[in-house]
Structure formats: structure tokens, C-alpha cells
């Protein structure tokens, strides 16, 4: 096979683990689905497999690299590129999907009960290694021009609908390997902030107060914890916001302490409490910012960063 012909097929496997990594994102994003733990579970570990092939094949320049020795018609499953890439029994990204796989293996014998709101911060984590694991590789491939690679669940239903399926022995094994997975730093967390405005225009959701109604509601001021609404210092932030970049540009980012307090100058960061509040302790004064204040200067950066 000449060259032009191997990159060309590397391209392919590529162009097809994107799209199965794009459908595994869809999916897990429609709550009117109630298939979604499957489907997730399926596309991700194709596009696993697939990004993995490349990977091996554009390494070894060999196409013959992902065949079985006995059987050159079969290809190397997913376990396997695995083994061969992630040698390391304690490989973070290894563990991670061996845990992904796991229930897709369950999933496709058995019925599995849709668990995807409490294993959301686990398949995100799966979506934040196959980012990093890309763009590392595969530098000059425009991932993510399609979509944002992000979970935005919410829990739509009752946890008594599942309630006689979890009682199931081997249901019970698999939250057990949950409660450990969602216990290591291999899962993200996830927030979800609702911030009222009196400008429709702005406005995702609309509402009224009104004293008519049989269900009375008022909207009560509550002091803020600031420790815990701004919990990161500049150099937490500035490492949170290029975690962020990467998975949005790539490795290459260029984002900087320096560019960092340039945005802050010229956007007014730090005269606004909702993205930074100073302590003052003595003599010394610092900075702390807010999880909106690493979605703002990313957004602005990228921005500044396609003109």
C-alpha cells in the first residue's frame, strides 16, 4: 500500500470514528429517548476502536497491524488495541473505558435500566479522553467543528421506575462498580447554574410570580458560601480554562497566565463579583474566580483565537 493510500484509509477510520463519537454525543442529549445508556455505550466504544486503529496503523505505517497473524481477513477488537496502546494496568483512560465497555457488553446481552443520569460524569470523562487522545494524535484534524463535547443532562424521570430492576443481583454488582468509578477522579463533575434575568430576550426558560395562584412562590435572598462559589485561585483557573481550550482547539491553544490577565484587563474580570471576589487576609489580597468565569474567558479566547 503507497503512502498516499495509507493515509488516506487512516483519514477514513478517522472520518468514521468522528461520526460515531458524534452520534454517541446526540444520543445521550435526548432525554425523549430511553436509550440512551445503550446507545452511548455502543457509538463511544466504535469510536474508541476506530481512533485506536488509526493510531496503531499511522504508527506503524503498516495496515497489517490492526489484522489478526492467523486470520489477515480480521481485524483486532477494541480490547485489544487497548492492551497494545494503554500498557499500564493504572492508566487512567485505560480504566475508563474497560468501565464504558463493561456496560456495553451488558447492554447487549441483557436489559440494562437506563442509569445515564447518574453515570453522566463517567461517559463525560470517556468524551474528555477520546478529545485529548485525538487532538494529541491527530493535531491537523478538525475535531469538534460539529459539535460542543459536552453532556447536558438532565434526570426527566422517577428513580421508582426502575426501581424492580435494580434489585436484579447482577444490576446491583454494576451500581457497585458505579459507586467506585464515580469515587476516582476518573469521572467529571457536572454543574448546572439557573440565573434569572429580567430580560426575555436572554431568557431559556420563562416564569411567573403571581398571587392568584394556588402554589405560592416567592424568591428568597440567601447569603453566599464565596469559598464555595469562587473556589479557584488565578493559577487553578488559568489550568481549568486551558483544559477547557484543549478540548476546543486542540494542544496548541497558546493560552497563557499572561493572556489570561489580559482578558481579565480588558473585560473587567476582576470588578465583577460574579466571575471574581477578592479576599483580603492582612496584608495580602487574592484573587478567586467562579466556574462562569472559566466558561466566559474560554469562550472569549476561542473567539479571538479563530479571527
Known sequence: MSETELSNYINALLNKSEEAYLMSIEIINKPTINYRTEGFCFFICNAWELLLKAYLINKAKDINVINYKDDSNRTIGLDECVEKIFTSTTDKT?????????????ATHLILPEYDYILSPAFQRCLTNYNKFFKKQ????NLNEKVTPYIALVNPRN????????????????????KNE????????????????KKESEADIKY??????????AIIEVPKDIEKTHPYTTTQVVK??????????GPNHGFTSNKFQDICKRKKIKSNQ?????FEYSKNKIYKYSDITIEYISQ???EEFKK
Not at 240 to 249: G, P, Q, R, V
Open 94 to 106: 485505560k480504566n475508563n473505558i474497560s468501565f464504558i465497555r463493561n456496560i456495553r457488553n451488558k
Open 138 to 141: 491527530f493535531p491537523n484534524y
Open 159 to 178: 428513580n421508582e421506575d426502575i426501581s424492580s430492576l435494580i434489585l436484579n443481583p447482577a444490576n446491583l454488582l454494576l451500581l457497585e462498580k458505579l
Open 182 to 197: 464515580l469515587n476516582s477522579d476518573e469521572s467529571l463533575g457536572q454543574t448546572l447554574r439557573l440565573i434569572s434575568t
Open 208 to 217: 411567573a410570580i403571581t398571587k392568584d395562584s394556588d402554589n405560592l412562590a
Open 240 to 249: 481549568k480554562i486551558k483544559e477547557t481550550l484543549e478540548l476546543a482547539l
Open 274 to 278: 460574579d466571575y471574581c471576589y477578592l
Open 300 to 302: 472569549v479566547y476561542i
